[in-house]
T-cell receptor, first 118, second 114 residues
Framework: KAGVTQTPRYLIKTRGQQVTLSCSPI?????VSWYQQTPGQGLQFLFE???????NKGNFPGRFSGRQFSNSRSEMNVSTLELGDSTLYLC?????????????????FGQGTRLTVV | LAKTTQPISMDSYEGQEVNITCSHN???????ITWYQQFPSQGPRFIIQGYKTKVTNEVASLFIPADRKSSTLSLPRVSLSDTAVYYC???????????????FGSGTRLSIRP
């Protein structure tokens, strides 16, 4: 089956602009998580959407937002871009779970969108 | 939320077995242990996941002692293509539930030499 697709793969924007990144999860997966990866901070969790609702959020400023559509595709928006936003953004999809007790869920990552802010 | 500690880097040679240990002293009862592999400019790839004792799949084994305060990823007979960064995650797996607080550690940079 098709994997997680992130578009575009590369993007160049000007400081102060806004940008929208897209993530199409694996068919049947209802959870989409977003991550920022930088050389200094590593992989940092931005937020997670499940069934069109933001279910979890990391410690990022409000300039970073997202949404999920009824087909589980997700978009991440960054407003008022700063030079420091230049990095790799990854999304991951999983079936999503729920309930009690220890369960496991495998997350599949896309290849990422590399954003450059100039 | 369980914090993980891994070696920053490791070196080995082709054909050797490589063991990467991850410490997670504050692991919670419902936490799973998951390992990911990441190559440059690619997203992380799931390797293996376990809760206790030993788990084995086609690419690796995961050893978890009874107290679950550490885990060891074992890669048998590594090749040059196993050169990558390996991340240990402890907690509710990404996307599992509202309790999932996903924190990737610094990872272990594994270098395999001919």
């Amino acid at each position: 089956k098709a994997g997680v697709t992130q578009t575009p793969r590369y993007l160049i924007k000007t400081r102060g602009q806004q940008v929208t990144l897209s993530c199409s999860p694996i068919s049947g997966h209802r959870s989409v998580s977003w991550y920022q990866q930088t050389p200094g901070q590593g992989l940092q969790f931005l937020f997670e959407y499940f069934s069109e609702t933001q279910r979890n959020k990391g410690n990022f400023p409000g300039r970073f937002s997202g949404r999920q559509f009824s087909n589980s595709r997700s978009e991440m928006n960054v407003s008022t871009l700063e030079l420091g936003d230049s990095t790799l953004y990854l999304c991951a999809s999983s079936q999503g779970g729920g309930g009690t007790g220890p369960y496991k869920a495998e997350a599949f990552f896309g290849q990422g969108t590399r954003l450059t802010v100039v | 939320l369980a914090k993980t500690t891994q070696p920053i880097s490791m070196d080995s040679y082709e054909g050797q077995e490589v063991n990467i240990t991850c410490s997670h002293n504050n692991i919670a009862t419902n936490d799973y242990i998951t390992w990911y592999q990441q190559f440059p400019s690619q997203g992380p790839r799931f390797i293996i996941q376990g809760y206790k004792t030993k788990v084995t799949n086609e690419v690796a084994s995961l050893f978890i002692p009874a107290d679950r305060k550490s885990s060891t990823l074992s890669l048998p007979r590594v090749s040059l293509s196993d050169t990558a960064v390996y991340y240990c995650l402890v907690g509710q797996p990404p996307g599992y539930s509202s309790a999932s607080k996903i924190i990737f550690g610094s990872g272990t940079r594994l270098s395999i030499r001919p």
